[in-house]
């Protein structure tokens, strides 16, 4: 699944507000969406919603990660999915619950880590949230209309989730090892976050890895996700990308917020979509499942194409 040569990404303004399906504005942004999407599996979306939420975005993020660790381990301590991980801290440590329940998990999160209580942060992350995910709606439903897939759009959305990770990054001394290892994103669609600290690279098709350079404070990083690319039967790419820093940088705080289908839904590449010339390319599958196997591959060591959804249900 190859893309176009990438050098710098694409950027699309989304900050219309009331941005609605049907007007010319919205068929304008649907149509570079598809094309961008078609070449690169990414783009840069500027939303001017991030304006007000950006520096407490951020204090919110340094508070977290600046809690001892003994604090920020108490995450693993309920049977959270994944929580929080600082095996490879400084140099990469996330925070991630997998559950799909994104208000749930940041009110837990923050009665965890501060039992006395930080009503701004889990206002800010909610905050976020509900940003990120009204700019992933948009996008998807442009996507779903551009492929001629309208009608199965309130089934797409009703099926569903969310998960947000919060990650801090710094520097290695001379080393060629990622911060975080390359990979595809599994999902749907991942929308990124990321303060003034550049780390997040994209392969192109000629195996370049390319650093990405939002050109705005207000830009999200919009990327397709496996399952997205399998509904599509192939039809928009999913990037290849990793976080790779020198010692130079100072410390990258990103945040993802990721869309994916509900465990226990059954994903079907639309009639629509397969005929003579496009034959089916995956079968059907259930995300959950696609995981379970994801993370065996992973615990026995097999390299990223080997645990693919191509390889899970690959035609
Ligand atoms: O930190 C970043 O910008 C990228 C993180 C990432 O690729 C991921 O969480 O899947
Ligand atoms: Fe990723």
Redesign the pocket.
Known sequence: MGYETLVTLPVIDFSKQDLMPGTPEWDVLKVQVRQVLQKYGCFEASFDRMVEVRKPLFVALEEFFGLPLETKNLCNSKRHFRGYNGSKAPFHE?V?FENGDVAGNVHNLTNMMWPQGNSSFSKTLLSFTEIASGLDKIIRRMILESFGLDKYTDEHMDTTEYNL?L?K?EGRPQTDEP??GA?Y?LGWM?V???NEIN??EIQNKDGEWIT?KPSSPNSF?I?VGEALSALLNGGLPSPF???MMTVNNKT?Y???L?AAPKGGYQVNVPDELVDEENPLLFKPFDMEEFLGFYKSQLARGATAPERTLKAYCGV
């Open positions: 996330n991630l990770r990650m990054n911060n975080h990979h994103d991942t990124l976050y990321q780390g997040l990405v990083i990327m990308h990793r976080v990258r990103s945040i993802g990721f």
